[in-house]
Every structure is written in C-alpha cells, then in structure tokens.
C-alpha cells in the first residue's frame, strides 16, 4: 500500500486522473490524501467532487477556503465571486443534497502517527503545536456536522481577529480557527495573521513572513503538509510541503508519495492553464 498526497485541484479533473495515472495509484490498495480546494475555478468541480466522494475510504480529504465557499453558497450564504459560475453545475445538481453532507463531514486536518505526517489546506499560528491544532480543527468540524452549521458560516467571512488567545469566545475563534487552517500564508513576528498577502515570498508589501519560517513556530519539529499558495508553488523547507503548484493557472499539479523514513517523493503533471494569479 502506498500513500499519496495531491495538491489544489480546484475543478481540474481530467488533469488529477492523468497524475493519478502517472503515479499508478491503484484505488483498491492505496491511499490518497488531498489538501484541500478540489473545487472551483477549475472546468469539472462536479466530476472531480464526485470522483473523490466515490473513492470512501481510500481518499482523505481536508476542506479548504473554496471547499468552505461552496458550502456556503449551498446554505445561501457568501458573496458570489467572479469565478462561481464553476460551482454551479454542484449546486444545480441532483446528488448535490448528498454531495454536501460528505463535504461536511471532511475535517480541517489529518495526522497521521503511522507515517509522522499533518495535512492542512494553509497553515498554522505559531503558537499551535500539533495536538493544539487538532483540537482547534475539531471546534469548527463539530460545527459544520451540526446543526448550527448556517450561522456559523454566515459569519465565517472576514479577517478579524489577527491574533490567537486562549480566551477567544464565539465567531470570533471559530473565525480565526477557520482562517489558519484554509487561507492563511504570512504572519508577522508577533504571530498577527496576514491574511491579505498573497505573493510569492519577497514580494509582500510590508515586514511579514511565510507562517512556517516563524522562529517560534510550535510545529517546527512536525512534518506538515499543505496547498493553497500557487504563488509559492512546489517547495519544501523547514518541515514543510507545499504542493499547490498552480495546476489552474498553467502550472502543474503535484503529487508527493509518502514514506515514514524518507522524504516524500514528489510527481509533477504539466497543465495547460490560460491565466497567471
């Protein structure tokens, strides 16, 4: 059995089956793991949401921002961006009922102690170490698998607050819980959320850094796993992988194979992108 992890996806279906076929991954023997953002923007949200459902427990999904989106708009909540359009053939359709109570029940992060790795689809503050994380990402998954899921993301959008205490009550924590896990990239040195930076490293507008070069970061030690930041594009540093390699914007889409021992081995598939982020 092997393990792979895939990053963003986001509507790109055909391009994820050709990696998943490059990779030989064989649904009856292994595992896939996916960080998050599989779908919007991108030609086939609906096939690539359906293909992944269909895989139970061979798949290993973390929700991300556009993952959080869709569901969202499923419950009449969110602002229609420019690119929604995507979405529509998941909303209008006729498992869409069946679809959303599995997107539902996907979690914020996934650790493995077998093999020594976290997935999350953006990041972590720097005061979180794993088993924190864990506990904060069950708050807002509890929510979600609730009945209280509309209020919650009713209040979901927004960058308040920017920093972590224990104390947080509320939206407000459930916020900034949601905001780490699927959008955050740069924080600065007081560990302040920097959520409207979104370049590649070196181009950020005022003194902030990516969330896993922090000096105090709790999670240093961990191997972590992570999408969300074409921009960043494949790279592997400090414990960390990112593997959003803006398969949407022309880049590739990027698949690691995991081992306990060793580094993961990383899969590239060119993709045939039309516009840069």
Same mark, same amino acid.
């Given at each position: 059995?092997?393990?792979?992890?895939?990053?963003?996806?986001? *509507?790109?279906?055909?391009?994820?089956? #050709? !990696?998943?076929?490059?990779? %030989?991954?064989?649904?009856?023997?292994?595992?896939?793991?996916?960080?998050?953002?599989?779908?919007?923007? =991108?030609?086939?949200?609906?096939?690539?949401? #359906?293909?992944?459902?269909?895989?139970?427990?061979?798949?290993?999904?973390?929700?991300?921002?556009?993952?959080?989106?869709?569901?969202?708009?499923?419950?009449?909540? *969110?602002?229609?961006?420019?690119?929604?359009?995507? !979405?529509?053939?998941?909303?209008?359709?006729?498992?869409?009922?069946?679809?959303?109570?599995?997107?539902?029940? %996907? @979690?914020?992060?996934?650790?493995?102690?077998?093999? =020594? $790795?976290?997935?999350?689809?953006? *990041?972590?503050? @720097?005061? +979180?170490?794993?088993?924190?994380?864990?506990?904060?990402?069950?708050?807002?998954?509890?929510?979600?698998?609730?009945?209280?899921? /509309?209020?919650? !993301?009713?209040?979901?959008? /927004?960058?308040?607050? #920017?920093? +972590?205490?224990?104390?947080?009550?509320?939206?407000? #924590?459930?916020? $900034?819980?949601?905001?780490? $896990?699927?959008?955050?990239?740069?924080?600065?040195?007081?560990?302040?959320?920097?959520? /409207?930076?979104?370049?590649?490293? *070196?181009?950020?507008?005022?003194?902030?850094? @990516?969330?896993? !070069?922090?000096?105090?970061?709790?999670?240093?030690?961990?191997?972590?796993?992570?999408?969300?930041?074409?921009?960043?594009?494949?790279?592997?540093?400090?414990?960390?992988?990112?593997?959003?390699? =803006?398969?949407?914007?022309? =880049?590739?889409?990027?698949?690691?194979?995991?081992?306990? %021992?060793?580094?993961?081995?990383?899969?590239?598939?060119?993709?045939?992108?039309?516009?840069?982020?």
């Amino acid at each position: 059995m092997s393990v792979y992890v895939v990053g963003d996806v986001q *509507g790109c279906y055909d391009e994820l089956r #050709r !990696l998943l076929d490059q990779i %030989r991954f064989d649904p009856e023997q292994d595992i896939l793991w996916l960080a998050g953002d599989i779908v919007n923007r =991108g030609p086939q949200s609906l096939s690539t949401l #359906r293909y992944v459902k269909s895989l139970g427990n061979r798949a290993i999904m973390v929700l991300g921002n556009h993952d959080l989106h869709l569901l969202a708009l499923s419950q009449g909540f *969110g602002k229609r961006k420019g690119k929604d359009h995507t !979405l529509d053939p998941i909303l209008q359709s006729k498992d869409r009922d069946e679809l959303f109570s599995w997107l539902r029940q %996907r @979690p914020l992060m996934h650790h493995s102690d077998k093999l =020594g $790795f976290s997935m999350i689809h953006a *990041g972590l503050p @720097p005061e +979180w170490d794993i088993p924190t994380a864990l506990k904060r990402a069950k708050e807002v998954e509890k929510i979600l698998q609730g009945d209280r899921i /509309g209020r919650f !993301l009713s209040h979901m959008y /927004g960058n308040q607050p #920017r920093s +972590w205490q224990d104390d947080l009550k509320g939206f407000d #924590r459930l916020r $900034f819980i949601t905001n780490c $896990f699927t959008r955050l990239r740069y924080c600065d040195a007081k560990g302040n959320l920097a959520l /409207g930076e979104k370049g590649a490293p *070196g181009k950020q507008r005022r003194p902030v850094m @990516p969330w896993f !070069l922090h000096p105090n970061r709790a999670s240093r030690h961990d191997r972590i796993l992570f999408g969300h930041w074409s921009t960043l594009g494949y790279h592997h540093s400090d414990n960390v992988w990112a593997l959003d390699s =803006g398969c949407l914007w022309g =880049g590739a889409l990027t698949a690691v194979k995991l081992s306990k %021992r060793n580094s993961p081995r990383p899969f590239h598939l060119p993709c045939p992108g039309t516009r840069t982020p």
